[in-house]
């Protein structure tokens, strides 16, 4: 499973950007895969923060970004997003893709995820 995220970078206080994940890989099916997003800042462990089912596009998000992130997939392209509004400082992190639900992120550790992308949050 290869997972690759896009679209990180500096922005200020109430701002916003659109992050990317592409999935790929040998025996890699993303359409029927539970996806997440997580972040980790500095110092700190994995906060997951969103997850969407693979097939009915149900959605869940972690308090800290409801009503201020979407998530979202294009299963035909394999590709997940997340748009992140009216971003807070303490939104700094380290932003990655993870094959798993809310469940699989905060309960293991061993499971696929990608790189990430830096996003900072600084006036």
């Not at 539970?34 to 500095?42: E, F, G, I």
């Not at 992190?93 to 990430?116: E, N």
Request: aromatic share 8%; hydrophobic share 30%.
């Amino acid at each position: 499973v290869q997972l690759q995220e896009s679209g990180g970078g500096l922005v200020r206080p109430g701002g916003s950007l659109r992050l990317s994940c592409a999935g790929s890989g040998s025996g890699f099916v993303f359409r029927i895969n539970y996806m997440s997003w997580a972040r980790q800042a500095p110092g700190k462990g994995v906060e997951w923060i969103a997850d969407i089912h693979p097939r009915n596009g149900n959605t869940t998000y972690a308090d800290s970004v409801k009503g201020r992130a979407t998530i979202s997939r294009d299963n035909d392209k394999s590709m997940l997003y997340l748009q992140l509004n009216s971003l807070k400082v303490e939104d700094t992190g380290l932003y990655f893709c993870a094959r798993g639900s809310r469940k699989t992120v905060i309960s293991t550790s061993a499971y696929d995820r990608g790189r990430g992308t830096q996003v900072t949050v600084s006036s």
